[in-house]
Protein backbone atom coordinates (compact mmCIF):
# COMPACT_ATOMS: atom_id res chain seq x y z
CA UNK A 1 0.00 0.00 0.00
CA UNK A 2 1.35 3.62 -0.91
CA UNK A 3 -0.65 5.25 2.01
CA UNK A 4 -1.53 8.41 1.50
CA UNK A 5 0.09 10.04 -1.33
CA UNK A 6 -0.17 14.35 -1.94
CA UNK A 7 1.39 15.79 -4.72
CA UNK A 8 2.85 18.41 -5.23
CA UNK A 9 5.99 18.40 -2.65
CA UNK A 10 6.82 22.01 -2.98
CA UNK A 11 4.55 25.01 -5.14
CA UNK A 12 5.29 28.28 -5.56
CA UNK A 13 2.25 30.90 -6.17
CA UNK A 14 1.79 34.17 -6.92
CA UNK A 15 -0.74 36.29 -5.17
CA UNK A 16 -4.55 35.47 -6.63
CA UNK A 17 -3.26 32.33 -8.32
CA UNK A 18 -5.92 29.52 -8.23
CA UNK A 19 -4.14 25.26 -7.74
CA UNK A 20 -5.45 22.11 -6.44
CA UNK A 21 -3.28 19.83 -4.09
CA UNK A 22 -4.13 16.72 -4.75
CA UNK A 23 -4.46 13.50 -2.06
CA UNK A 24 -5.05 10.32 -2.89
CA UNK A 25 -5.82 7.33 -0.21
CA UNK A 26 -5.62 3.37 -0.99
CA UNK A 27 -6.90 2.21 2.64
CA UNK A 28 -10.30 2.01 2.09
CA UNK A 29 -10.58 4.60 4.41
CA UNK A 30 -14.18 6.43 4.52
CA UNK A 31 -12.61 9.98 6.73
CA UNK A 32 -10.03 12.11 5.04
CA UNK A 33 -9.41 15.87 6.28
CA UNK A 34 -6.95 18.55 5.38
CA UNK A 35 -4.80 20.25 7.64
CA UNK A 36 -2.27 23.25 7.61
CA UNK A 37 0.36 23.53 9.80
CA UNK A 38 1.96 26.82 10.93
CA UNK A 39 5.19 27.52 13.49
CA UNK A 40 3.51 27.46 16.88
CA UNK A 41 -0.24 27.07 15.89
CA UNK A 42 -0.06 23.07 15.58
CA UNK A 43 -2.09 22.16 12.97
CA UNK A 44 -5.23 23.42 11.96
CA UNK A 45 -8.39 21.61 10.42
CA UNK A 46 -9.08 23.18 7.09
CA UNK A 47 -11.82 20.41 6.05
CA UNK A 48 -12.87 17.59 6.19
CA UNK A 49 -15.01 14.70 4.82
CA UNK A 50 -16.77 11.63 6.38
CA UNK A 51 -17.59 9.80 2.83
CA UNK A 52 -17.48 10.06 -0.94
CA UNK A 53 -20.56 13.18 -1.32
CA UNK A 54 -19.74 14.79 1.99
CA UNK A 55 -17.78 17.14 3.05
CA UNK A 56 -17.45 19.55 6.33
CA UNK A 57 -15.76 22.27 7.25
CA UNK A 58 -12.81 22.77 9.72
CA UNK A 59 -11.70 25.43 11.96
CA UNK A 60 -9.62 27.71 8.55
CA UNK A 61 -11.91 26.60 5.39
CA UNK A 62 -12.01 30.68 3.85
CA UNK A 63 -10.06 30.69 0.79
CA UNK A 64 -10.24 26.60 0.19
CA UNK A 65 -12.55 24.29 -0.94
CA UNK A 66 -12.96 20.98 -1.05
CA UNK A 67 -14.93 17.85 -3.35
CA UNK A 68 -14.93 13.94 -2.29
CA UNK A 69 -16.63 12.52 -5.62
CA UNK A 70 -14.88 8.75 -4.52
CA UNK A 71 -13.85 7.40 -1.58
CA UNK A 72 -9.83 7.34 -2.46
CA UNK A 73 -9.00 11.31 -3.44
CA UNK A 74 -9.70 14.48 -1.60
CA UNK A 75 -8.40 17.47 -3.65
CA UNK A 76 -8.00 20.66 -2.13
CA UNK A 77 -8.58 23.69 -4.10
CA UNK A 78 -6.95 27.09 -3.25
CA UNK A 79 -9.39 29.73 -4.91
CA UNK A 80 -7.46 32.83 -5.16
CA UNK A 81 -3.72 32.07 -3.21
CA UNK A 82 -3.16 35.10 -0.76
CA UNK A 83 0.55 35.48 1.43
CA UNK A 84 -1.44 34.15 4.39
CA UNK A 85 -1.89 30.65 2.93
CA UNK A 86 2.06 30.24 2.80
CA UNK A 87 2.18 27.30 4.90
CA UNK A 88 2.69 23.57 4.90
CA UNK A 89 -0.61 21.28 3.73
CA UNK A 90 -1.39 17.70 5.00
CA UNK A 91 -3.86 15.05 4.44
CA UNK A 92 -4.62 12.60 6.53
CA UNK A 93 -7.09 9.71 6.41
CA UNK A 94 -8.45 7.11 8.89
CA UNK A 95 -11.07 4.28 9.17
CA UNK A 96 -14.32 5.87 9.98
CA UNK A 97 -14.64 5.59 13.85
CA UNK A 98 -13.33 8.50 15.95
CA UNK A 99 -10.91 6.10 17.88
CA UNK A 100 -8.87 5.18 14.88
CA UNK A 101 -5.62 7.02 14.39
CA UNK A 102 -5.26 9.23 11.68
CA UNK A 103 -2.62 8.33 8.86
CA UNK A 104 -0.85 11.40 6.98
CA UNK A 105 0.71 12.18 4.16
CA UNK A 106 3.88 13.95 3.13
CA UNK A 107 2.84 17.26 2.94
CA UNK A 108 3.00 19.98 0.77
CA UNK A 109 5.26 23.00 1.18
CA UNK A 110 3.08 25.95 -0.30
CA UNK A 111 4.74 29.60 -0.81
CA UNK A 112 2.55 32.57 -1.78
CA UNK A 113 4.37 35.41 -3.35
CA UNK B 1 -15.23 24.08 22.66
CA UNK B 2 -11.95 21.46 22.73
CA UNK B 3 -8.74 22.83 23.15
CA UNK B 4 -5.12 20.82 23.76
CA UNK B 5 -2.34 22.49 25.47
CA UNK B 6 0.88 21.69 25.34
CA UNK B 7 2.44 24.21 28.32
CA UNK B 8 6.51 23.73 27.05
CA UNK B 9 7.34 24.62 23.50
CA UNK B 10 10.84 22.93 24.10
CA UNK B 11 12.21 20.02 26.12
CA UNK B 12 16.07 19.29 26.15
CA UNK B 13 16.77 15.82 27.89
CA UNK B 14 19.73 14.58 28.26
CA UNK B 15 20.70 10.72 26.35
CA UNK B 16 19.42 7.72 28.69
CA UNK B 17 17.16 9.98 31.14
CA UNK B 18 13.66 9.81 31.64
CA UNK B 19 11.74 11.90 29.21
CA UNK B 20 8.14 13.89 29.97
CA UNK B 21 6.16 15.84 26.99
CA UNK B 22 3.38 17.40 28.93
CA UNK B 23 -0.37 18.10 27.90
CA UNK B 24 -3.76 19.03 29.07
CA UNK B 25 -6.90 19.13 27.39
CA UNK B 26 -10.21 20.95 27.48
CA UNK B 27 -13.16 19.30 26.15
CA UNK B 28 -17.25 17.90 27.38
CA UNK B 29 -17.41 14.42 28.07
CA UNK B 30 -14.88 11.80 27.44
CA UNK B 31 -12.17 12.14 24.46
CA UNK B 32 -9.74 9.79 22.45
CA UNK B 33 -6.21 10.77 23.16
CA UNK B 34 -3.18 10.78 20.85
CA UNK B 35 0.49 11.51 20.68
CA UNK B 36 2.13 11.81 17.19
CA UNK B 37 5.67 12.41 16.24
CA UNK B 38 6.78 14.50 13.41
CA UNK B 39 10.29 14.20 11.73
CA UNK B 40 12.10 16.86 9.64
CA UNK B 41 10.42 17.46 6.45
CA UNK B 42 8.04 14.61 7.52
CA UNK B 43 4.30 14.07 8.43
CA UNK B 44 3.04 12.90 11.23
CA UNK B 45 3.33 9.66 12.42
CA UNK B 46 1.20 8.32 15.17
CA UNK B 47 2.52 6.77 18.57
CA UNK B 48 0.04 5.48 20.30
CA UNK B 49 -3.90 6.69 22.07
CA UNK B 50 -6.20 6.31 24.98
CA UNK B 51 -9.52 5.01 24.14
CA UNK B 52 -10.82 3.39 27.58
CA UNK B 53 -9.99 1.24 29.90
CA UNK B 54 -5.90 1.83 31.88
CA UNK B 55 -4.42 4.72 31.96
CA UNK B 56 -1.06 3.93 31.27
CA UNK B 57 -1.04 3.45 27.57
CA UNK B 58 2.17 2.22 25.55
CA UNK B 59 3.12 2.86 22.00
CA UNK B 60 5.46 2.86 19.90
CA UNK B 61 9.10 3.40 20.30
CA UNK B 62 9.21 2.84 23.48
CA UNK B 63 6.74 5.71 24.35
CA UNK B 64 4.14 5.58 27.14
CA UNK B 65 1.14 8.15 27.82
CA UNK B 66 -0.75 8.36 31.09
CA UNK B 67 -4.36 9.45 31.20
CA UNK B 68 -5.18 11.36 34.43
CA UNK B 69 -8.71 12.31 34.44
CA UNK B 70 -9.05 14.61 37.06
CA UNK B 71 -6.32 16.41 35.60
CA UNK B 72 -7.07 16.10 32.38
CA UNK B 73 -3.61 15.50 31.38
CA UNK B 74 -2.56 13.01 29.04
CA UNK B 75 1.52 13.00 29.59
CA UNK B 76 4.02 10.90 26.68
CA UNK B 77 6.63 9.30 28.78
CA UNK B 78 9.80 7.48 28.39
CA UNK B 79 12.14 5.80 30.24
CA UNK B 80 15.16 6.05 28.57
CA UNK B 81 15.30 9.14 25.75
CA UNK B 82 17.43 8.05 22.57
CA UNK B 83 19.30 10.49 19.89
CA UNK B 84 16.64 9.56 18.00
CA UNK B 85 13.97 10.62 19.83
CA UNK B 86 14.49 14.30 18.92
CA UNK B 87 10.99 15.39 17.22
CA UNK B 88 8.24 17.81 17.29
CA UNK B 89 5.43 15.74 19.30
CA UNK B 90 1.64 16.63 18.85
CA UNK B 91 -0.60 16.20 21.49
CA UNK B 92 -4.79 15.32 19.76
CA UNK B 93 -8.06 14.82 21.04
CA UNK B 94 -10.81 13.61 18.93
CA UNK B 95 -14.49 13.81 20.06
CA UNK B 96 -16.53 10.63 20.98
CA UNK B 97 -19.22 11.69 18.97
CA UNK B 98 -18.91 10.85 15.79
CA UNK B 99 -21.46 12.60 13.92
CA UNK B 100 -19.55 15.38 14.54
CA UNK B 101 -17.10 14.60 12.25
CA UNK B 102 -14.40 13.22 14.42
CA UNK B 103 -12.58 16.16 14.15
CA UNK B 104 -9.03 15.68 15.39
CA UNK B 105 -7.88 18.48 17.52
CA UNK B 106 -4.13 19.66 17.70
CA UNK B 107 -1.66 20.73 20.33
CA UNK B 108 0.64 23.42 19.21
CA UNK B 109 3.88 20.93 19.56
CA UNK B 110 6.97 20.71 21.75
CA UNK B 111 10.04 20.20 20.51
CA UNK B 112 12.35 17.32 21.85
CA UNK B 113 15.69 17.80 21.82
CA UNK B 114 17.70 14.51 23.37
CA UNK B 115 22.05 15.32 23.46
CA UNK B 116 24.21 12.62 23.49
Known amino acids: NAGVTQTPKFQVLKTGQSMTLQCAQD?????MSWYRQDPGMGLRLIHYSVGAGITDQGEVPNGYNVSRSTTEDFPLRLLSAAPSQTSVYFC????????????FGPGTRLTVL | AQSVAQPEDQVNVAEGNPLTVKCTYS??????LFWYVQYPNRGLQFLLKYITGDNLVKGSYGFEAEFNKSQTSFHLKKPSALVSDSALYFC??????????????FGQGTELSVKP
Open chain 1, 92 to 103: ASSFGSSYNEQF
Open chain 1, 27 to 31: MNHEY
Open chain 2, 27 to 32: VSGNPY
Open chain 2, 92 to 105: AVRDRIYNQGGKLI
